[in-house]
Every structure is written in C-alpha cells, then in structure tokens.
C-alpha cells in the first residue's frame, strides 16, 4: 500500500491514523484485526496512541531543508542508500510516509535473522546492495554511524542537529561534522569536484 498523504503538521487528520480509527470514533475504519473489529476503536487506545507518538516524533525530527537536499541528490544521479537500525520494513513504512521512497537505491536496517543487528553490518550490507559505492559517503547523527562509516572505509559527515553532539561526533572519527544542512549539500559538493 502507497500512502499518498501524511498529515505530520495534524496527523490525527492524516490517513495513518484515520484508516484503523473506527467509524465510531470518527475515522474510516479501513484497517481491522482478525474478529473484524477495528483495529482502534478510539483516540485512547495503545495503539492509536503509538501510532499518534511515532509521527509526532517524525514530525519533530524533520530538519528542514533534507528533502530539498535529497531531491537535489536524486536528481544528479546520486545512488541514495539508507542503513538503519530500525528494522528494514518499518524503514520502508516511514520512507513512505514522507513520499520519499522512490529517491533510495538500497534500505537496509536491521535484521536478526540475516546477521544485521550492529550498525556496521548493516553499512555493510547496504554497501553491498547498491550498484556503485565510488564517493559512499555515510551521513548520521550518532557515534554508531560514525564508527560504521570507519569500519567500512567510507568517509563520514555527522550531522550535530540530530540526537548526537557535535563532541560523540568528533570522538567516533567523523571526516566531518556539520550543524546544518546547507552545509552537508557544500561538503559533498566539494567532494565531487
């Protein structure tokens, strides 16, 4: 299933949580469990509550200008990869939820059964996947993606508006440490040139 609208700015207008809200409690009632009863039955359920938590939280961590950077990317021909801790198919799901799917070669999170739990196997792993990995340059807001990045033989840009600081950046060896995102489009500009 495509989403075609995610409503971050009001999700509990947006279809990730209208469609399994029930018609009762004022939603479309599209997604049900197995004795066909909706899959919430109001705003106070777990799991409508879950669901509402995960895009606030999406919604608070959009950086602007990062889809602009990626569209950018995409449209010079950028081989565009991500390597997640979170596991593969939920990746997808939020890739999809920000319409920005189609930009990315290769997702790769993690997956016990395939031997990818440790950032590092999984930078490893999407490495693997993608067609070419001439300029693989790994871009993270934690310590781990830095270290991933060292392990793999990438450069690394780490990104101090995210969860890490610009101090954890420095200590796991980022090639570079940014504060904005402008910043990320001049070094791998440089880079290319």
Request: hydrophobic residues 40%.
């Amino acid at each position: 299933m495509r989403v075609r609208h995610l409503n971050l700015s009001n999700p509990t207008h947006g279809a990730a949580l209208q469609a399994p809200l029930a018609k009762s409690a004022g939603g479309w009632g599209l997604c049900r469990q197995a004795d066909d009863e909706p899959v919430c039955q109001d705003a106070e359920d777990a799991d409508y509550r879950k669901i509402l938590a995960a895009l606030k939280r999406i919604r608070h961590r959009e950086e602007p200008g990062v889809k602009e950077l990626l569209e950018m990317l995409h449209r010079q021909g950028r081989r565009l990869a991500i390597a997640t801790a979170k596991p593969t198919a939920s990746a997808h799901i939020v890739l999809e939820l920000l319409q920005i799917s189609e930009m990315f070669e290769v997702v790769s999170g993690s997956q016990k059964d395939a031997g990818r739990i440790t950032k590092t196997e999984i930078l490893k792993h999407a490495l693997g996947e993608c067609s070419s990995i001439d300029g693989a340059v790994m871009i993270g807001d934690r310590c781990y993606d830095m270290e991933a990045a060292q392990a793999n033989g990438v450069d690394s840009i780490g990104v101090a508006f995210g969860y890490g600081t610009r101090e954890e950046l420095h200590g796991a060896g980022a090639t570079h440490v940014v504060d904005v995102v402008a910043d990320i489009s001049a070094i791998l500009t440089d880079a290319s040139a």
